[in-house]
């Protein structure tokens, strides 16, 4: 049996920039052990594989180790590589997934997708948060993820985290944010508990950063940019119970495997 599969970089212009996603456009469900092992063969953060199932497609994204609930740079590589590749040609693209209905659609040279906003509510963060990554702050916050308020951009790209502690805390990641120089806010996230050390662009954790950084910044758009190696860039936009995330993406590789 032969599949197609994309390699798309998310949040970016250009290749070797933003998140590498694989991308699989399937015509019935592997079944998941199967795709488990191909997202561990690709050793990407991120493979999608979608269904079309009458006026929708239904989507999955497994990292290397784990099936997650939620990715939008492996959302935008999907939605990129049914309007560049597979001739989609209606203006919207209608997700079906284990977060609900997740739209995408282009926005002059981008994609806008829509997601539910996750409001993290301030929490008391464990000690062993700030054992791993090596600096303390009064702003936590949680849900199924914490995110970490720190003063300044400088603090965040100088985070050198011990990631064997950090596997333990039982949260799918760790978001760490400051407000940026050149952009509204910047962010890292961590997930080696989920075979991520850290992910170079997270769509999903910007559902989070996007609530907290409209109140406090007393702004509906923002620029934000996450500053891992590669470096990604994400406009926010707040609407309430749901965040647009807006990005650009450009295909590296495509080809086929056979299982």
């Not at 493979?47 to 497994?62: I, N, Q, S």
């Not at 997740?102 to 000690?127: C, H, N, S, W, Y």
Request: proline residues 5%; charged residues 25%; aromatic residues 10%.
């Amino acid at each position: 049996m032969k599949c197609s599969i994309f390699q798309v970089d998310a949040f970016t212009d250009h290749i070797f920039g933003g998140n590498p996603a694989a991308v699989c456009p399937l015509d019935n469900w592997l079944d998941d052990e199967t795709m488990q092992k191909l997202a561990a063969e690709n050793n990407l953060s991120e493979t999608a594989f979608f269904v079309e199932k009458g006026e929708v497609f239904e989507l999955r994204w497994f990292t290397p180790e784990v099936e997650v609930d939620l990715c939008g740079h492996a959302t935008l590589a999907a939605a990129h590589v049914l309007f560049e590749h597979l001739a989609y040609d209606k203006t919207k693209i209608h997700f079906e997934t284990k977060s609900g209905i997740l739209i995408v659609q282009k926005e002059g040279d981008r994609l806008r997708m829509d997601f539910p906003t996750d409001d993290m509510p301030k929490v008391e963060p464990p000690a062993v948060l700030f054992q791993a990554l090596g600096i303390r702050s009064d702003l936590v916050f949680a849900t199924d993820d914490y995110m970490v308020v720190l003063e300044n951009e400088s603090q965040v790209k100088n985070l050198d985290p011990n990631f064997r502690i950090l596997s333990e805390i039982d949260t799918r990641g760790v978001i760490v944010t400051a407000p940026g120089d050149e952009v509204d806010f910047v962010s890292r996230f961590f997930a080696p508990g989920a075979g991520i050390d850290e992910d170079p662009v997270t769509g999903s954790a910007h559902t989070k950063l996007t609530p907290y950084w409209a109140k406090r910044l007393g702004k509906k758009e923002m620029e934000a940019r996450q500053i891992s190696q590669r470096v990604g860039n994400l406009t926010c936009r707040y609407k309430g119970t749901r965040t647009e995330i807006l990005g650009k993406a450009v295909t590296y590789m495509t080809g086929e495997f056979t299982i």
